[in-house]
């Protein structure tokens, strides 16, 4: 600035006249794909992505292997009945279901790095506890806090990648996330298989003990590890330029969605709680996510299903491999191409079309060779429809941030609430067809073909109004200048 005097009312004038003609000026300057952006998503797809995949992996180890757990000798140990197993899975998702909201809330203003890292010691620990469970109703007890520690992750992921990722970049990054699920599942398979096979009864511990153990310390190491590593959000990542956390907010801007954290002013909880529930938006979502979820919960049952086609102790762990390797494919296949053509409820109708007309001839045949090859099928198609469903979220529901991620936590929360119901439509009476089943999940997915085209109609026709781009890039502009950090020019000292 000049050697002449002038009141602090003048100079803030001036800083902010400047902070406006350098947004306008950035705003007209970014041309989506540059070689700078393109810098910046190979950063965020380094660090940011494989952090949340590995711990998503080892968090839903830590849920889903009591099947393989039931299987592998704990239903004999307990003498475990079908009601009571189903139990065992119901007060996960009731405790589950209840936090989801206010974790998200609470993760909108604080370090994701230390507050998801810090979600997987914890449950690590409670998982781990699991295999000194001496009853049924111990195990139950034990799941429901695990489900009350876990309920902040899985939307609070979903949150935290809508806060660096564009609308149609969003869909692929979280593909890749999400094929966690399917990898842990099969890879819950392999080392059931293999400590069932080779660990039970070393130093007198039974193998479905040491398989709650072993998953459980895993979690918790690498949660100490990660929380080094993981990256935060766009306006106080350190790793990030002045320049490129400004590109980072801007793209953001460019599509309609808030920036966390950022310099725009925050929105209340409850007022963002507000006006998540008044939109009318936020229930068409969490009805086809609740479908989703409904048949999603065919996941705790796959070992047991493996079973009834034919394959039992370790030989049918192995079995439940395939399923998840076909949800892998489905997963990254679904995203891509959905986020290619812009377009998620096109691809969610047509993909679980696929999964209900595969799911028509598990129901119809008696064949168990043809069951197994098609659940696999139906199995992938789930798995590949859930997270286009989820990531429409924040797609519709972008701005303001605070309202971003209540909209995420109430519709993974509202969609869990159909697991609640679902983790009984699998009773041992069934066996070995599992009509009832396979029914009701037929019918959901067939469900969610409707329901996706009704919503994309809709969400076209009545758009939300989206942030000023220019504005908000003003507002980092000014955050950076009381931080000290130059933009377009020298930096000063962090």
Same mark, same amino acid.
């Given at each position: 600035? %000049? ?147 876990? %309920? ?43 400590? @069932? ?37 766009? %306006?106080?990542?350190?790793?990030? @330029? ?50 989703? @979820? ?13 079973? %009834? ?131 009701? @999940? ?53």
């Amino acid at each position: 600035m %000049s050697g002449n005097p002038v009141d602090a009312k003048s100079t803030q004038e001036w800083d902010e006249n400047i902070d406006l003609v350098t947004a306008v000026s950035l705003a007209a300057a970014y041309v989506p794909g540059s070689p700078a952006e393109k810098k910046l998503l190979r950063k965020l797809d380094f660090r940011v992505v494989p952090c949340c995949w590995l711990l998503f992996v080892l968090g839903f180890l830590d849920r889903a292997n009591i099947g393989n757990a039931r299987t592998g000798g704990l239903a004999d140990d307990f003498k475990l009945s079908s009601n009571q197993y189903s139990v065992i899975l119901l007060v996960f998702f009731v405790s589950y279901v209840i936090f989801e909201i206010p974790s998200n809330m609470v993760l909108a203003r604080v370090r994701p790095s230390l507050y998801l890292c810090g979600l997987a010691i914890c449950w690590g620990a409670v998982a781990a506890s699991m295999g000194a469970t001496q009853n049924w109703q111990q195990l139950a007890g034990v799941r429901f806090v695990l489900g009350f520690v876990e %309920s902040g992750f899985a939307p609070g992921i979903a949150f935290y990648l809508s806060s660096w990722y564009r609308r149609y970049e969003l869909a692929s990054r979280f593909a890749f996330y999400y094929t966690a699920v399917a990898v842990a599942g099969g890879l819950s398979g392999l080392l059931a298989g293999l400590i @069932t096979q080779y660990l039970d009864g070393v130093r007198g511990i039974a193998g479905w003990r040491w398989l709650f153990i072993i998953d459980g310390v895993g979690s918790s190491f690498v949660g100490c590890i990660l929380w080094f590593f993981m990256a935060d959000y766009p %306006s106080n990542t350190r790793w990030l @330029t002045p320049e490129e956390q400004l590109l980072a907010a801007q793209r953001l801007a460019y599509d309609g969605i808030g920036n966390t954290q950022g310099a725009h002013g925050r929105t209340h909880e409850l007022t963002a709680l507000r006006m998540v529930v008044t939109d009318w938006r936020t229930w068409i979502l969490a009805l086809l996510y609740a479908l989703v @979820t409904g048949a999603q919960t065919i996941q705790y049952f796959i070992p047991t299903l493996v079973n %009834s086609f034919g394959w039992v102790r370790w030989e049918g762990q192995y079995h439940t491999i395939p399923p998840y390797a076909c949800a892998v494919v489905c997963i990254v296949g679904m995203s891509r191409i959905a986020d290619h053509f812009k377009n998620k409820s096109i691809f969610v109708c047509l993909f679980a079309g696929i999964g209900a007309v595969c799911f028509i001839i598990v129901t119809a045949s008696t064949n168990q060779i043809v069951r197994y090859i098609f659940t696999i099928f139906a199995f992938g198609c789930i798995y590949g429809t859930s997270p286009l469903v989820l990531m429409w979220v924040p797609n519709v529901l972008g701005h303001p941030a605070e309202k971003r991620a209540v909209a995420i936590g109430l519709v993974n929360a509202l969609g869990n609430t159909a697991s609640i119901y679902g983790v009984f439509l699998w009773p041992s009476k069934d066996a070995p067809r599992y009509i009832p089943g396979f029914s009701a @999940t037929t019918i959901w997915m067939g469900c969610i073909c409707i329901v996706a085209v009704i919503a994309g109609y809709l969400f076209k026709k009545n758009p939300l109004e989206i942030p000023d781009a220019d504005e908000v890039v003003a507002a980092e502009i000014g955050r950076q200048r009381q931080r000290g950090l130059g933009v377009g020019g020298d930096k000063g000292e962090a």
